[in-house]
Every structure is written in C-alpha cells, then in structure tokens.
C-alpha cells in the first residue's frame, strides 16, 4: 500500500496478470493476444468480444494439462466438448472479480523493481510470496510464451538462484514495512538472512511455514495466535454398514464440539473446509452415531423470528441403506428436536418454530428432501449450479414417531418400485442352506 505510487498496488506472476478484464487497469485487447497454435485457432474470433479475457483463461487452463495423465485428459475432453459455455463462464467470473477488486492497480512489471522501487518509502507496505523453485511457471503455463502470445509487457521470469537473495536483501532493508512468506529450507532451518525476522508460524504438509518481517515487534503487536481445532472421534460406535434400524430403534441428539463434528463431515465428505456454526450435534440411533450436523441459533436468540438454521448435515454410509440422509432430517425436524434447541437457549426471545437449510446443487431442486423439506426459493449461480433455500415448519412427531415416518417411507418406495430399500429382509439375499438331517436308519460313520 503506497501512497504515493496510487494507493492499493498488486503485483502477481506476469503470466497470471495478462487475463485480466479492464476493471483491473487496462483492456485486455490492448496486449494484442494472439493464439499462434492449432489447438487454440479456434479461440482467436473471441479476442475481439467481451469474452475475450475467458478466451485468455480458457486456453491457459488446457496449457496446464497433458493428454498423457488419465484425470488431465478427462478435464480437457469436457472443456472442448462445450467451449462456448466455459469461456462465458469463465469470463463472468473475471469481471466478477475485477468488480470486487476496483481501486486495486495490476500492473505487469518485474516483481524485484517494483520492490525495490517500494521499498525506500517509510509509508509504504510490501507483501510477498515469491517462488522457491525455478522454471515452476514456465512448466506450469508451457503454452504461454508458444501458443499465447501478446505484444506487451514482457517481464522476466524470476530466477530464484540469482534473484531470491536480493529480494530477502531488499525487502528486510526496507524503509517500508515488508513482510515475506517462506517456508524452511529442507534440514537447515530458516535461511540465514531471515533469521530472527519471523513474526508467524505453521505447519503444514508436513514443513514449516513462516511470515517474516523487516520490522518485527511492530507485527508482534497485531498478529493473533489461531486456536487449532483438535479434530477427534467421540466416544459412541458409528452405525455399522448393515444395522437394521426397527420400530423400536431409539434416537437421541446431544451436542458435540467442532473438532468431534469435523472428524465425522471430513470422514464422510472428504475435507470441506471451514463451516463454523453456532452449535455442533450428533444424531445416535440405538447409541450408534448416524450423523453430524450443525446449526444457527441466531435469530431466535435476538428475537428476529422463530428461524432456526442448519449450517451442514453429514450421515455415515451404510450398505442397507441407500437414502439414510432422510432419517438424520426427520430426526432434525421433528418437534423433539425444536424442544431441544429450545432448551439450549433459554434466554432466546422467540420459540423455536421453523427449520431452513441452504445447499448447492446441480439441479434446481434435490429429490432427497421432498416430502421433508420445501423448497423455498432457488437461484442460479454463475458456474451453472443452483443456490437452493429449504425449510420446514417442525414435524409434529417425536424421534419415535421421526424413525416410524422414515420407515413408512422405505415401506411405500419399495411397495412402489418393487426395490429394496433396506426395509424387512432382503428378498434379493441368498437362501441359507438348510441344516443336515440325519437319515433315519443310517449308521453314523
């Protein structure tokens, strides 16, 4: 951030910088670009439309991938069997961004001028995470410099043998406050002209990551320490894959921490990322662990309206049961459930009295919640999926009556079917062989 060279200015990798809609400080068009390869010929009539800057990304995606591993040849085949769809979307998205970021100067230069020309101004702040690896760029963007081609800037690419000692000399010099990301050098620590400079540290995957400063106390003063989260089962089974749940199964919600939900939700779905919520549960059946979910008290607690929402929902698989997801919901719609919520917040304004849930889909409505939940609302969404809105007066049932619902369900879908959907004993299982009998008679040997 400086003043004087015109406020917020960024600087990313030169390759990245070029597919950039004018909100970012100039037309794309006036680089010229210009695809000089037959596998992006077909792209060039879009340089002189608005979705010229997807163009720009589109053919820099396919320059990422080689035909020769399984996964980048499946996401080339789906990125040429419909261009014109991606090269909007992804020129949406551009300008999209452009707009959240006005005020914002790109600018396609080399990265150690622009530093050094910062770095003489006290009023001045410097962020950087430079490369650690030479020709990474290069290898990741081959096309680019080939087949992508424009007329101006052109920037050289940072050599990290010659260039990354000047770049820890200058910045930690630095008349402007500067702060640099870097990781551990592989069995000797910290390099040695950073030592002492470092103001925040991590690990991740397995190597230390740090944030140093040319100026540390000044940074010790503001940087908070992050409460990690100690991600953990809890003390109850989860419910074995073949588990038949009957009338008589009993259901039970008790909350849980964060770090006991997200064990569950990154067991079942393969690490979300962050979903925070006010409260976290789980839903047991017969004291085994069905699901995980968490939920928004908010509203009712500031008396906006009897809204209660739930943030995420995860259930465990199970061989028997193809749609175990509508159990855990009933369980959470039911009028025990809102009896329980209520019970949390005692110093809530309004009673509990109306169930919402939020998900992304790619389909305007999701057939698991009918019946269960009504759709309220849906919205499309830039990349082609649906924002969708469900939500439900509280079911005036108990977690008994909540199972026995479900139950009914299994029993009517596969009345109507004629599939088996976990209900009774499998009509499809083989027959036990039949125990021996002795014949009468016979000797035993």
């Not at 037959?38 to 396919?62: P, R």
């Not at 707009?99 to 020309?117: A, P, V």
């Not at 592989?186 to 397995?206: C, D, M, R, T």
Request: hydrophobic share 35%; aromatic share 12%.
């Amino acid at each position: 951030m400086n003043p004087h060279l015109g406020g917020l200015q960024w600087n990313p990798q030169p390759l990245l910088l070029h597919a950039r809609p004018s909100g970012f400080g100039g037309d794309i068009r006036e680089l010229k670009v210009r695809f000089e390869s037959e596998q992006f010929g077909h792209l060039q009539d879009w340089l002189d439309t608005e979705h010229a800057v997807g163009a720009v990304l589109y053919a820099m995606k396919l320059s990422q991938w080689t035909r020769e591993k399984h996964f980048h040849r499946v996401m080339m085949e789906e990125l040429e069997r419909d261009p014109e769809r991606y090269i909007q979307q992804l020129s949406e998205k551009a300008w999209a961004m452009a707009e959240k970021n006005k005020g914002i100067s790109f600018e396609g230069r080399d990265m150690l001028e622009h530093i050094t020309e910062a770095a003489s101004d006290p009023s001045a702040i410097i962020y950087c995470n430079p490369p650690f690896w030479s020709g990474g760029y290069e290898k990741m963007f081959q096309a680019v410099g080939t087949s992508i081609l424009w007329k101006d800037p052109k920037v050289p690419y940072f050599e990290v043998k010659t260039h990354l000692d000047t770049l820890y000399e200058t910045m930690m010099g630095s008349e402007a406050l500067s702060l640099l990301y870097r990781y551990a050098d592989n069995g000797s620590g910290i390099h040695p002209l950073l030592e002492g400079k470092s103001v925040f540290g991590n690990q991740a995957g397995g190597r230390d990551e740090f944030v140093c400063a040319n100026r540390p106390p000044e940074l010790e003063m503001v940087v908070q320490h992050r409460s990690d989260t100690e991600v953990a089962p809890m003390g109850a089974p989860m419910l074995p894959p073949d588990y038949e749940i009957t009338e008589d199964s009993r259901a039970a919600i008790q909350p849980i921490t964060r770090g006991q939900a997200f064990y569950y939700r990154d067991l079942w779905a393969h690490k979300l990322g962050t979903t925070r919520s006010e409260w976290y549960f789980v839903v047991l059946i017969d004291g085994y662990v069905l699901g995980v979910f968490g939920m928004m008290f908010n509203r009712v607690i500031t008396g906006q309206n009897g809204e209660v929402f739930e943030v995420f929902g995860f259930n465990c698989p199970s061989d028997r049961y193809p749609r175990l997801n509508r159990l855990l919901m009933r369980v959470i719609t039911c009028r025990d459930a809102a009896a329980y919520y209520q019970s949390l917040i005692p110093s809530a304004l309004l009673e509990v009295d109306y169930f919402k849930t939020a998900c992304i889909a790619d389909v305007p409505d999701v057939k698991a919640n009918r019946g269960i939940l009504k759709r309220l609302w849906s919205k499309p969404r830039p990349d082609g999926r649906h924002h969708i809105m469900y939500g439900t007066p509280f079911h005036d049932v108990s977690y008994q009556g909540a199972i026995r619902k479900w139950l009914d369900d299994l029993k009517r879908q596969q009345k109507a079917t004629g599939r088996w959907f976990g209900y009774g004993p499998d009509p499809n299982a083989p027959a036990e062989p039949a125990e021996a009998q002795p014949v009468e008679g016979k000797a035993e040997e």
